[in-house]
Nanobody
Framework: QVQLVESGGGLVQAGGSLRLSCAASGRTFSSSSMGWFRQAPGKEREFVAAISWSGGSTDYADSVKGRFTIARHNAKNTMYLYLQRNSLKPEDTAVYYC??????????????WGQGTQVTVSS
């Protein structure tokens, strides 16, 4: 059974930093794209970032470009999202979801999803 398990969320002050992790099990995603999406209360799920199977290509939503960094470690079957210091804003508050396998930013679709990790940014 394929599982994606996110960790690293929490409460942080504006300007702080976090590192989200997504650990995959049940199959390897070393040949698949992976990505992050988020959903704030009362809003639709939105694309945050995606990374190609090799890590050589990345894509970001305009709202996080220059502030977040996506990375992956295929040997560990793990993906990361770095929410960088001095860049977090209260509007980044949301549940962050890991996605894997045929991640499509425009349609917000993927083959597999994690259960989400809450990120709360206080002002």
């Amino acid at each position: 059974q394929v599982q994606l398990v996110e960790s690293g969320g929490g409460l942080v002050q504006a300007g702080g930093s976090l590192r989200l992790s997504c650990a995959a099990s049940g199959r390897t995603f070393s040949s698949s794209s992976m990505g992050w999406f988020r959903q704030a209360p009362g809003k639709e799920r939105e694309f945050v970032a995606a990374i190609s199977w090799s890590g050589g290509s990345t894509d970001y939503a305009d709202s996080v470009k220059g502030r977040f960094t996506i990375a992956r470690h295929n040997a560990k079957n793990t993906m990361y999202l770095y929410l960088q210091r001095n860049s977090l804003k209260p509007e980044d508050t949301a549940v962050y979801y890991c996605a894997a396998g045929r991640v499509v930013a425009t349609t917000r679709r993927a083959d597999y999803w994690g259960q989400g990790t809450q990120v709360t940014v206080s002002s």
